[in-house]
């Protein structure tokens, strides 16, 4: 079975800085594509930044210039550094891949970490 476990989460002022993290574990022979994704109460869950096995990165319109992806391949890990956050980020964070493993090729979450920004 393949997981993946979030940290860096919490309650940041506005304008402050979080570094969320992500690591997958168990049966993997390979990832693509990974990201991070959020929802805010009462609205849908959406993409905030995805970056692909070659290093290519998107981000929403929302959060350019002040979000940055990251992955280590050898860690199987992604990150998402924020800064200048703003009270509209506040929301859970989950963290997606899309995995080959021993069970085939498939997209897996993390269990989410809020974030929460406010004076």
């Known amino acids: 079975q393949v997981q993946l476990v979030e940290s860096g989460g919490g309650l940041v002022q506005p304008g402050g800085s979080l570094r969320l993290s992500c690591a997958a574990s168990?049966?993997?022979?390979?990832?693509?594509?990974m990201g991070w994704y959020r929802q805010a109460p009462g609205k849908q869950r959406e993409l905030v930044s995805a970056?692909?096995?070659?290093?290519?990165?998107n981000y929403a319109d929302s959060v350019k210039g002040r979000f940055t992806i990251s992955r280590d391949n050898a860690k199987n890990a992604v990150y998402l550094q924020m800064n200048s956050l703003k009270p509209e980020d506040t929301a859970v964070y989950y963290c997606?891949?899309?995995?080959?493993?021993?069970?085939?090729?498939?997209?897996?979450w993390g269990q989410g970490t809020q974030v929460t920004v406010s004076s």
């Open positions: 168990g049966s993997i022979f390979s990832i693509f594509g």
């Open positions: 970056i692909s096995s070659g290093g290519s990165t």
């Open positions: 997606h891949a899309r995995i080959s493993g021993s069970w085939g090729v498939n997209n897996y």
